[in-house]
């Protein structure tokens, strides 16, 4: 028996509460599906990163800069951007600034449309530039030497090779920088240090004294904002990987156990280093997402609760889960847009949308083991309340598939219940003669159907073999 056997993968938790805000229940929601709007083509266009600079949305895919205009159809391509790996943006309300890590920086302008490439000696004089955000009228750039960069003021194309800062109080090679309200983050290895711009003719960045956090960050861009604070993956010397929050002046942990499991085995994999990070709120609730290597962890900072994203691809006709295919999002026009890990698509994520660009979205729910004291038991009847009467012109009636396990990795065959056609609201879902169970049995759901997917409560009967109802 796995130390957890719990599963959430594309359902989110929700906490239902009475007037007086208390908790009463649980329920899941659905994941968001994808449709698409526009692409700028095949898999070499994969997305790198995106943005929205006065008020549109911009997608570096492949090698090209592109704008989605209003129409939420026209891509207009923009010039080239050279590389492959993701790229770093900010922005400082008239100048975006699109930095490829370690390589080329540009600027991009509009009124006319312009990309230049930055060509200022003195971008590279204290080290080659990784990250970029914008804070006060300066871009503020990490580099490779344990050094940070500022533009000059309202110029990303203008620096000056004296205008650099160091993190010392620690000699940890520095990471990735962050700016949270109005202070700016130099986020190393194994510590960050906090930053004030007290202003003044020479550099105008100055580290705040005792404000030390002892956390390092173990992926340049796993940091992201949220609800006025800001959590990442990291850890401090000898720390295992976790994800991390800032809470006042110190830091939290908010993974579980389960999710430190994941993140060190991305650790021994030697990709840690790759996870990135993007928030986003809906329906009420505050999500932080991680792209690991095969699965998306999602943590809501509303419930504090964690679940799993992923996506179902085919190729050639096979088909084969994957980490959530969104490798960038950023807000524009009213919705949530996304570009994609697989190919130039640009996408609409929303709850409405029952697929992810046409392709089922496959649920999963398991819970804790039911057991007897190591002894046998039966579970007559399993009952799953869901959202019934949820069929549609395309899926007319979707089928809920349960299984079994006593060791959270062989399973058994599955059963199917349908849950009801337009209109059968009184549909109940249930699974009767579940046999006998050894002394602990999962149960597992899933849902992969072109329909609105809500759980609100799952009930058991479960009787201890030779004796009562329990």
């Given at each position: 028996?796995?130390?957890?056997s719990?599963?959430?993968?594309?359902?989110?938790?929700?906490?239902n509460?009475?007037?007086?805000?208390?908790?009463?229940?649980?329920?899941?929601?659905?994941?968001?599906?994808?449709?698409?709007?526009?692409?700028?083509g095949?898999?070499?266009?994969?997305?790198?990163?995106?943005?929205?600079?006065?008020?549109?949305?911009?997608?570096?895919?492949?090698?090209?800069?592109?704008?989605?205009?209003?129409?939420?159809?026209?891509?207009?391509?923009?010039?080239?951007?050279?590389?492959?790996?993701?790229?770093?943006?900010?922005?400082?309300?008239?100048?975006?600034?699109?930095?490829?890590?370690g390589?080329?920086?540009?600027?991009?302008?509009?009124?006319?449309?312009?990309?230049?490439?930055?060509t200022?000696?003195?971008?590279?004089?204290?080290?080659?530039?990784?990250?970029?955000?914008?804070?006060d009228?300066?871009?503020?750039?990490?580099?490779?030497?344990?050094?940070?960069?500022?533009?000059?003021?309202?110029?990303?194309?203008?620096?000056?090779?004296?205008?650099?800062?160091?993190?010392?109080?620690?000699?940890?090679?520095?990471?990735?920088?962050?700016?949270?309200?109005?202070t700016?983050?130099?986020?190393?290895?194994?510590?960050?240090?906090?930053?004030?711009?007290?202003?003044?003719?020479?550099?105008?960045?100055?580290?705040?004294?005792?404000?030390?956090?002892?956390?390092?960050?173990?992926?340049?861009?796993?940091?992201?904002?949220?609800?006025?604070?800001?959590?990442?993956?990291?850890?401090?010397?000898?720390?295992?990987?976790?994800?991390?929050?800032?809470s006042?002046?110190?830091?939290?942990?908010?993974?579980?156990?389960?999710?430190?499991?994941?993140?060190?085995?991305?650790?021994?994999?030697?990709?840690?280093?790759?996870?990135?990070?993007?928030?986003?709120?809906?329906?009420?609730?505050?999500?932080?997402?991680?792209?690991?290597?095969?699965?998306?962890?999602?943590?809501?900072?509303?419930?504090?609760?964690?679940?799993?994203?992923?996506?179902?691809?085919?190729?050639?006709?096979?088909?084969?889960?994957?980490?959530?295919?969104?490798?960038?999002?950023?807000?524009?026009?009213?919705?949530?847009?996304?570009?994609?890990?697989?190919?130039?698509?640009?996408?609409?994520?929303?709850?409405?949308?029952?697929?992810?660009?046409?392709?089922?979205?496959?649920r999963?729910?398991?819970?804790?083991?039911?057991?007897?004291?190591?002894?046998?038991?039966?579970?007559?009847?399993?009952?799953?309340?869901?959202?019934?009467?949820?069929?549609?012109?395309?899926?007319?009636?979707?089928?809920?598939?349960?299984?079994?396990?006593?060791?959270?990795?062989?399973?058994?065959?599955?059963?199917?219940?349908?849950?009801?056609?337009?209109?059968?609201?009184?549909?109940?879902?249930?699974?009767?003669?579940?046999?006998?169970?050894?002394?602990?049995?999962?149960?597992?759901?899933?849902?992969?159907?072109?329909?609105?997917?809500?759980?609100t409560?799952?009930?058991?009967?479960?009787?201890?073999?030779?004796?009562?109802?329990?």
């Amino acid at each position: 028996m796995p130390l957890s056997s719990q599963s959430c993968i594309n359902w989110y938790p929700i906490a239902n509460r009475n007037s007086n805000g208390d908790v009463i229940s649980q329920s899941l929601l659905g994941t968001p599906g994808i449709t698409q709007l526009a692409t700028s083509g095949t898999i070499s266009q994969v997305n790198r990163g995106a943005w929205t600079f006065q008020d549109k949305p911009y997608f570096v895919n492949g090698t090209g800069l592109y704008r989605l205009e209003s129409d939420m159809v026209t891509l207009t391509s923009l010039g080239t951007i050279a590389g492959t790996s993701r790229v770093s943006i900010a922005d400082n309300g008239t100048q975006m600034l699109i930095l490829v890590p370690g390589s080329t920086g540009y600027i991009f302008t509009t009124g006319p449309d312009n990309l230049a490439t930055i060509t200022d000696a003195d971008f590279t004089a204290n080290g080659n530039p990784q990250y970029v955000v914008f804070m006060d009228g300066y871009f503020v750039l990490t580099t490779d030497t344990k050094k940070f960069i500022i533009s000059a003021l309202n110029n990303g194309l203008a620096y000056n090779a004296l205008d650099f800062g160091s993190a010392e109080h620690s000699p940890d090679a520095i990471v990735a920088p962050f700016v949270l309200r109005s202070t700016l983050f130099i986020a190393g290895t194994e510590t960050m240090e906090a930053f004030s711009n007290i202003g003044g003719v020479s550099f105008p960045f100055q580290r705040q004294q005792g404000f030390i956090l002892a956390k390092g960050l173990f992926a340049a861009e796993s940091i992201v904002s949220t609800q006025d604070t800001f959590a990442f993956i990291g850890g401090g010397r000898n720390d295992a990987p976790a994800a991390l929050m800032l809470s006042g002046n110190s830091v939290i942990k908010i993974s579980t156990e389960a999710i430190d499991t994941l993140l060190e085995a991305e650790a021994a994999l030697g990709t840690i280093a790759n996870v990135f990070a993007y928030s986003y709120s809906q329906g009420g609730s505050f999500f932080i997402c991680w792209r690991l290597t095969n699965t998306t962890i999602v943590f809501d900072s509303t419930s504090a609760k964690w679940h799993e994203r992923k996506s179902t691809v085919v190729n050639d006709g096979v088909k084969s889960q994957t980490a959530l295919r969104i490798n960038s999002m950023t807000t524009a026009y009213g919705f949530l847009l996304v570009g994609d890990s697989i190919d130039g698509r640009i996408g609409k994520y929303d709850l409405s949308i029952l697929s992810e660009y046409g392709e089922v979205i496959e649920r999963e729910i398991s819970g804790r083991p039911f057991v007897n004291q190591g002894l046998p038991f039966s579970v007559p009847a399993i009952e799953i309340t869901v959202a019934s009467g949820v069929g549609n012109a395309n899926t007319l009636d979707p089928v809920m598939r349960m299984d079994r396990s006593s060791d959270g990795k062989t399973w058994s065959g599955e059963r199917l219940r349908t849950i009801g056609k337009v209109g059968e609201y009184d549909r109940r879902v249930v699974w009767r003669r579940n046999g006998r169970a050894g002394r602990n049995e999962i149960f597992r759901f899933k849902f992969a159907e072109k329909a609105t997917a809500v759980i609100t409560k799952v009930e058991a009967r479960v009787v201890a073999m030779g004796a009562s109802n329990a």
